[in-house]
């Protein structure tokens, strides 16, 4: 007789089946930590002498066994689980994962906003097979190859806008203003500073009282090239200005706030 394989948590004691002690203990903390905001890729640093692997902890947060499905003893109750659940879903929607095959949430929320970052072109969407595939618009200009800068696939810009997703919810400040600096009168802010260095070396004499104009004019163009961005209110593809691809696999991120996050693929 074939025997069943009992789902992590639970264990044969030879008359019956009950929930492991250790084990079960682990599924309740999972879906617990889950529910409190912690993500997946994070849940080990919760749990001591945790080596599960993150799509295991994944197939757990799904499975409704543990409920007391299939007359095993319940290891959590319904509620817990259906939160988990909606928690879950709530993240996919955020990341576009939950969207019909027909409609290219890809194609929808990121065209206009892939930019290469070794000739400042944008990205274009196009097939190659079976797949959609993102390259510079100059990789082949006048049917000659121009900028060699890597290629994208929808899989990879959706785990890396998750990525960013995870980063934001891990560091809320991300969503405040971020002070950015304009170029607008970026010679004259370069020209007072090279003064100001050159009095400070030297180079160049200065009463004490003109060193002062200088330090104050400096300080005050650099006040005109500062601004604030608005505040992010929703953490969505709205949120996205520009996302900059590097050959060296590198991805600037560009919030709309002005905050820039890095991630590489």
């Known amino acids: 007789m074939a025997v069943r394989r009992l789902p992590y948590g639970y264990r044969f004691d030879g008359t019956t089946i009950i929930i492991d002690d250790i084990e079960g ?15 997946i890729t994070k849940i080990k640093n919760y749990i001591k002498n945790f080596y599960m692997s993150r799509h295991k902890v994944k197939r757990i947060l799904e499975d409704d066994v543990y409920t007391g499905k299939n007359d095993l003893p ?3 109750d319904e509620d817990l689980f259906e939160t988990a659940q909606k928690i879950k879903n709530q993240r996919l929607n955020e990341i576009g994962k939950n969207q019909d095959k027909s409609y290219s949430y890809v194609k929808e ?20 097979g079976e797949e959609y595939i993102w390259n510079c618009s100059h990789k082949v200009f006048k049917r000659k190859v121009c900028c060699r800068n890597i290629s994208l696939s929808d899989k990879q810009i959706e785990n890396i806008w998750s990525n960013v997703i995870q980063k934001i919810n891990e560091n809320p400040k991300l969503l405040q203003p971020q002070k950015t600096i304009s170029n607008k009168n970026l010679g004259r802010y370069n020209a007072l500073d090279r003064e100001i260095k050159m009095a400070e070396t030297g180079e160049k004499e200065y009463t004490q009282e003109e060193l002062i104009k200088l330090i104050y004019k400096r300080a005050s163009v650099m006040y005109e090239m500062s601004h604030y961005k608005e505040e992010i209110e929703k ?5 996205l200005d520009k996302f900059i691809v590097y050959k060296n696999r590198k991805i600037k991120i560009i919030l709309k706030n002005g905050a820039k996050i890095e991630e590489k693929i």
Not at 25 to 31: A, D, G, N, S, T
């Open 25 to 39: 203990k682990v599924v309740k903390e999972i879906y617990e930590l889950f529910c409190e905001g912690v993500y």
């Open 74 to 76: 319940p290891i959590i």
């Open 235 to 239: 953490i969505d593809i709205t949120a």
């Open 109 to 128: 929320n990121f065209e206009n906003k892939i930019v290469c970052g070794e000739c400042g072109a944008d990205y274009h969407r196009y097939k190659r």
